[in-house]
Protein backbone atom coordinates (compact mmCIF):
# COMPACT_ATOMS: atom_id res chain seq x y z
CA UNK A 1 0.00 0.00 0.00
CA UNK A 2 1.14 3.41 -1.11
CA UNK A 3 1.81 5.81 1.54
CA UNK A 4 -0.03 8.80 0.98
CA UNK A 5 0.14 12.16 2.50
CA UNK A 6 -3.54 12.98 3.77
CA UNK A 7 -3.43 16.61 2.77
CA UNK A 8 -2.27 15.44 -0.94
CA UNK A 9 -4.94 12.85 -1.28
CA UNK A 10 -7.76 15.35 0.45
CA UNK A 11 -6.65 18.00 -2.23
CA UNK A 12 -7.05 15.74 -5.29
CA UNK A 13 -10.45 14.13 -3.67
CA UNK A 14 -11.74 18.07 -3.64
CA UNK A 15 -9.87 18.40 -7.43
CA UNK A 16 -12.31 15.50 -8.74
CA UNK A 17 -15.16 16.37 -6.76
CA UNK A 18 -14.97 20.39 -7.85
CA UNK A 19 -14.47 18.80 -11.51
CA UNK A 20 -17.49 16.84 -11.54
CA UNK A 21 -19.66 19.74 -10.44
CA UNK A 22 -18.19 21.98 -12.77
CA UNK A 23 -20.58 21.23 -15.33
CA UNK A 24 -23.89 21.34 -13.56
CA UNK A 25 -22.75 24.22 -12.40
CA UNK A 26 -21.41 26.15 -15.26
CA UNK A 27 -24.39 25.43 -17.38
CA UNK A 28 -26.81 27.00 -14.63
CA UNK A 29 -24.96 29.85 -14.78
CA UNK A 30 -25.17 30.18 -18.89
CA UNK A 31 -28.96 29.48 -18.34
CA UNK A 32 -28.99 32.46 -16.32
CA UNK A 33 -27.12 34.75 -18.56
CA UNK A 34 -28.92 33.78 -21.51
CA UNK A 35 -32.16 34.22 -19.67
CA UNK A 36 -31.45 37.97 -18.74
CA UNK A 37 -31.23 38.49 -22.62
CA UNK A 38 -33.76 36.43 -24.22
CA UNK A 39 -37.27 38.19 -25.07
CA UNK A 40 -38.88 35.11 -26.30
CA UNK A 41 -41.14 33.55 -24.66
CA UNK A 42 -40.92 30.17 -25.87
CA UNK A 43 -37.06 30.57 -25.43
CA UNK A 44 -37.67 31.94 -21.85
CA UNK A 45 -39.41 28.56 -21.64
CA UNK A 46 -36.63 26.77 -22.59
CA UNK A 47 -33.80 28.47 -20.80
CA UNK A 48 -35.97 27.97 -16.97
CA UNK A 49 -36.38 23.79 -18.34
CA UNK A 50 -32.60 23.77 -18.97
CA UNK A 51 -32.02 25.93 -15.68
CA UNK A 52 -34.04 23.27 -13.58
CA UNK A 53 -32.06 20.18 -15.14
CA UNK A 54 -29.10 21.59 -14.64
CA UNK A 55 -29.78 22.47 -10.90
CA UNK A 56 -31.23 18.72 -10.31
CA UNK A 57 -27.90 17.31 -11.56
CA UNK A 58 -26.23 19.95 -9.02
CA UNK A 59 -28.39 18.57 -6.81
CA UNK A 60 -28.37 14.75 -6.91
CA UNK A 61 -24.35 15.18 -7.04
CA UNK A 62 -23.78 16.89 -4.05
CA UNK A 63 -26.37 14.04 -2.63
CA UNK A 64 -24.43 11.72 -3.78
CA UNK A 65 -21.03 13.26 -2.98
CA UNK A 66 -21.83 13.11 1.00
CA UNK A 67 -22.30 9.93 1.07
CA UNK A 68 -19.81 8.65 -1.20
CA UNK A 69 -17.08 10.81 0.06
CA UNK A 70 -18.00 12.36 3.04
CA UNK A 71 -18.83 12.06 7.32
CA UNK A 72 -22.46 10.70 6.41
CA UNK A 73 -23.36 12.67 9.77
CA UNK A 74 -26.65 11.68 11.13
CA UNK A 75 -26.80 7.94 10.06
CA UNK A 76 -24.25 6.41 12.98
CA UNK A 77 -22.39 3.63 12.54
CA UNK A 78 -23.70 2.12 9.59
CA UNK A 79 -26.50 3.82 6.25
CA UNK A 80 -30.04 2.49 5.41
CA UNK A 81 -29.69 0.86 1.70
CA UNK A 82 -32.29 2.77 0.78
CA UNK A 83 -30.17 6.32 1.07
CA UNK A 84 -27.32 4.43 -0.62
CA UNK A 85 -30.06 3.43 -3.48
CA UNK A 86 -31.76 7.07 -3.68
CA UNK A 87 -28.65 8.73 -4.29
CA UNK A 88 -27.44 5.91 -7.34
CA UNK A 89 -30.64 5.84 -8.80
CA UNK A 90 -30.74 10.26 -9.36
CA UNK A 91 -27.05 10.02 -10.72
CA UNK A 92 -27.92 7.07 -13.34
CA UNK A 93 -31.29 8.83 -14.19
CA UNK A 94 -29.27 12.10 -14.70
CA UNK A 95 -26.78 9.98 -16.83
CA UNK A 96 -29.44 8.07 -19.03
CA UNK A 97 -29.23 4.90 -21.45
CA UNK A 98 -27.99 2.91 -18.54
CA UNK A 99 -30.25 0.64 -16.48
CA UNK A 100 -30.00 0.02 -13.55
CA UNK A 101 -30.45 -3.14 -11.24
CA UNK A 102 -30.17 -3.53 -7.73
CA UNK A 103 -29.56 -7.02 -5.55
CA UNK A 104 -29.15 -5.73 -1.77
CA UNK A 105 -30.19 -8.17 1.20
CA UNK A 106 -29.55 -6.03 3.99
CA UNK A 107 -31.21 -3.25 5.33
CA UNK A 108 -28.11 -1.42 6.70
CA UNK A 109 -24.33 -1.39 5.92
CA UNK A 110 -21.43 0.26 7.68
CA UNK A 111 -20.28 3.77 6.55
CA UNK A 112 -17.18 2.25 4.79
CA UNK A 113 -19.14 -0.54 2.84
CA UNK A 114 -21.80 2.14 1.65
CA UNK A 115 -18.68 4.39 0.29
CA UNK A 116 -17.23 1.47 -1.44
CA UNK A 117 -21.18 0.72 -2.80
CA UNK A 118 -21.33 4.36 -4.35
CA UNK A 119 -17.68 4.71 -6.02
CA UNK A 120 -18.01 1.02 -7.17
CA UNK A 121 -21.60 2.72 -8.74
CA UNK A 122 -20.06 5.66 -10.12
CA UNK A 123 -16.85 3.90 -11.70
CA UNK A 124 -19.37 1.40 -13.31
CA UNK A 125 -21.30 4.07 -14.38
CA UNK A 126 -18.14 6.46 -16.18
CA UNK A 127 -17.27 2.87 -17.89
CA UNK A 128 -20.53 2.91 -19.62
CA UNK A 129 -19.84 5.80 -22.14
CA UNK A 130 -22.55 4.11 -24.48
CA UNK A 131 -24.88 3.05 -22.49
CA UNK A 132 -25.70 -0.41 -20.70
CA UNK A 133 -26.50 -2.33 -17.64
CA UNK A 134 -25.48 -1.35 -14.46
CA UNK A 135 -25.92 -4.16 -11.51
CA UNK A 136 -25.40 -3.38 -7.93
CA UNK A 137 -24.99 -6.19 -5.08
CA UNK A 138 -24.54 -6.09 -1.59
CA UNK A 139 -25.12 -8.41 1.38
CA UNK A 140 -23.72 -9.06 5.11
CA UNK A 141 -22.81 -12.43 5.42
CA UNK A 142 -20.24 -13.91 8.12
CA UNK A 143 -19.42 -10.66 9.66
CA UNK A 144 -18.57 -8.84 6.44
CA UNK A 145 -19.87 -6.73 3.60
CA UNK A 146 -19.85 -8.08 0.59
CA UNK A 147 -19.77 -6.17 -2.32
CA UNK A 148 -20.26 -6.22 -6.35
CA UNK A 149 -21.07 -4.03 -9.09
CA UNK A 150 -21.01 -5.12 -12.91
CA UNK A 151 -21.16 -2.56 -15.83
CA UNK A 152 -21.93 -4.39 -19.15
CA UNK A 153 -22.31 -2.81 -22.33
CA UNK A 154 -21.32 -2.24 -25.83
CA UNK A 155 -17.96 -0.26 -25.00
CA UNK A 156 -15.76 -0.53 -21.20
CA UNK A 157 -13.90 2.62 -20.62
CA UNK A 158 -11.57 1.83 -17.69
CA UNK A 159 -8.32 3.15 -17.02
CA UNK A 160 -6.69 0.05 -15.33
CA UNK A 161 -4.47 2.70 -13.24
CA UNK A 162 -7.62 2.84 -11.53
CA UNK A 163 -7.72 -0.51 -10.98
CA UNK A 164 -4.69 -0.88 -9.72
CA UNK A 165 -5.83 1.84 -7.27
CA UNK A 166 -8.41 0.09 -5.78
CA UNK A 167 -5.92 -3.16 -5.42
CA UNK A 168 -3.30 -0.44 -3.51
CA UNK A 169 -0.64 -0.85 -6.35
CA UNK A 170 -0.01 2.76 -7.13
CA UNK A 171 3.29 4.73 -6.70
CA UNK A 172 3.06 7.75 -4.83
CA UNK A 173 3.89 9.26 -8.46
CA UNK A 174 0.47 8.13 -9.93
CA UNK A 175 -1.72 9.48 -7.72
CA UNK A 176 -3.97 11.76 -9.07
CA UNK A 177 -7.08 13.39 -9.29
CA UNK A 178 -8.57 10.77 -11.21
CA UNK A 179 -7.32 7.88 -9.28
CA UNK A 180 -7.61 9.68 -5.70
CA UNK A 181 -10.79 7.90 -5.04
CA UNK A 182 -9.98 4.34 -5.88
CA UNK A 183 -6.63 5.04 -3.77
CA UNK A 184 -9.33 6.11 -0.83
CA UNK A 185 -11.10 3.00 -1.00
CA UNK A 186 -7.78 0.50 -1.06
CA UNK A 187 -7.10 2.56 2.39
CA UNK A 188 -10.59 2.24 3.53
CA UNK A 189 -10.13 -1.28 2.95
CA UNK A 190 -6.66 -2.19 4.07
CA UNK A 191 -8.31 -0.22 7.48
CA UNK A 192 -10.74 -2.55 7.85
CA UNK A 193 -8.80 -5.66 7.23
CA UNK A 194 -11.01 -6.51 3.59
CA UNK A 195 -9.67 -6.22 0.46
CA UNK A 196 -10.74 -4.88 -3.14
CA UNK A 197 -10.76 -6.76 -6.92
CA UNK A 198 -11.63 -5.79 -10.48
CA UNK A 199 -12.06 -7.87 -13.86
CA UNK A 200 -12.10 -6.15 -17.15
CA UNK A 201 -13.50 -7.93 -20.18
CA UNK A 202 -14.18 -5.87 -23.76
CA UNK A 203 -18.31 -5.83 -22.55
CA UNK A 204 -17.77 -5.91 -18.95
CA UNK A 205 -16.16 -4.64 -15.81
CA UNK A 206 -16.55 -6.20 -12.50
CA UNK A 207 -15.54 -4.44 -9.27
CA UNK A 208 -15.77 -6.67 -5.80
CA UNK A 209 -14.83 -5.88 -2.65
CA UNK A 210 -14.97 -8.00 1.00
CA UNK A 211 -15.33 -5.63 4.40
CA UNK A 212 -14.91 -7.09 7.79
CA UNK A 213 -17.26 -5.20 9.75
CA UNK A 214 -16.77 -4.10 13.64
Known sequence: MTQTDPLDLASLLCSRLCHDLLSPVGALTNGLELLADERDPDMRQRCFELLEQSAKISADKLKFFRLAFGAAGGFGESVPVDEAKAVTEALVGDAKR??????LSADRLPK??????LNFAQIG???LVRGGTLDVGAES???ASE???RAAGPRIAFDET???ALEGGLSQGELT?????????????AQ????????????ALVLGAVLPEG
Open 98 to 103: VELNWA
Open 112 to 117: GAVKVL
Open 125 to 127: LDA
Open 141 to 143: RGG
Open 147 to 149: IVV
Open 162 to 164: IGR
Open 177 to 189: SRTAAAHMLSMLA
Open 192 to 203: AGGGLQYMLSEE
